[in-house]
């Protein structure tokens, strides 16, 4: 498989930036033809599909394999997921502090305070609680809300005993969807804008004229909160025999919503999509 030079960037009427601060749910955007890294994902996945139809041999793959390393730095901003550097088979940020080079065993010290301090944010905290709550609720209704999804076509479906109307279970699935999408990216998102704002702080001439990093990612995190909160409420509403259960719930999803706009009050303000 090969990515030549005009592929690795593909032209068209792209907004720059587009693709930060969005929630990741290409399938749901209405802005995709204006995302380069859209573009790009699909191209990969095209070839992907090719590649799947024919065997080659390592050294054939070898390309590809480039190409794919090339653009796991992006990745892994993109969908904002902790994945730790390896240095010499060590993945440990601990195995860091062998490094001779002072520049950046501070520079790592420095990040893991700063992380550090937002994981132990009492909103960062309530985030974490409220995806063990959600991952336990759904666990301990696996038998009567039942979650069916089929690799071939990707359909996803919930079922509920006593409700057979069609309208009714396509939004109970819609809703069940929001909420699994949204269980970790509250918390990865808001753990994120206090981490952001903490280096916002310390250097405020480095984001001079620049969208700050941390009204961005909790905008994406309230955005989250707000539809979690109206899935949550379609479940209360027609899942009655659950109401006491779900009640709690939304309390802690209404408490988070209101302490990230205290936290970061210029949040809602933040423009997205940027202008082109």
């Given at each position: ?139 301990e209704r696996k ?45 990865i998102k808001t ?43 379609y479940l209360y ?40």
């Open positions: 498989m090969r990515f030549d030079d005009e592929r690795n960037i593909p032209e068209g009427d792209y907004i720059p930036g587009i693709y930060n601060y969005c929630n990741r749910w290409c399938e749901r955007c209405m802005y995709t033809d204006k995302c380069m890294t859209f573009e790009m994902e699909k191209e990969i996945k095209m070839e992907i599909e090719k590649e799947k139809k024919r065997e080659k041999s390592m050294e054939e793959n070898k390309d590809f394999w480039d190409q794919v390393n090339k653009t796991i730095e992006e990745a892994a901003e993109l969908i904002d997921e902790e994945i730790p550097l390896v240095k010499d088979g060590f993945s440990s940020f601990d195995d860091w502090d062998d490094w001779d080079d002072e520049d950046a065993h501070e520079a790592m010290r420095e990040y893991k305070e700063k992380h550090k301090k937002a994981k132990e944010q009492p909103l960062s905290k309530v985030a974490r609680k409220y995806e063990k709550t959600v991952r336990d609720w759904f666990e038998e009567t809300l039942k979650q069916h999804y089929d690799a071939d076509t990707r359909d996803f479906s919930v079922s509920y005993p006593g409700i057979t109307d069609e309208t009714v279970l396509k939004q109970l699935t819609e809703s069940v969807e929001v909420i699994l999408w949204y269980e970790f990216q509250i918390g753990q994120r804008a206090f981490s952001s704002l903490y280096e916002e702080i310390e250097d405020p001439g480095l984001w001079k004229d620049f969208p700050k990093d941390s009204d961005g990612s909790a905008r994406v995190a309230s955005m989250g909160i707000d539809s979690s909160i109206g899935a949550w409420n509403k027609k899942l009655t025999s659950e109401k006491e259960t779900i009640k709690p719930i939304i309390r802690m999803l209404l408490w988070m919503k209101m302490e990230i706009e205290k936290e970061f009050p210029n949040a809602k303000d933040f423009v997205w999509p940027p202008k082109p």
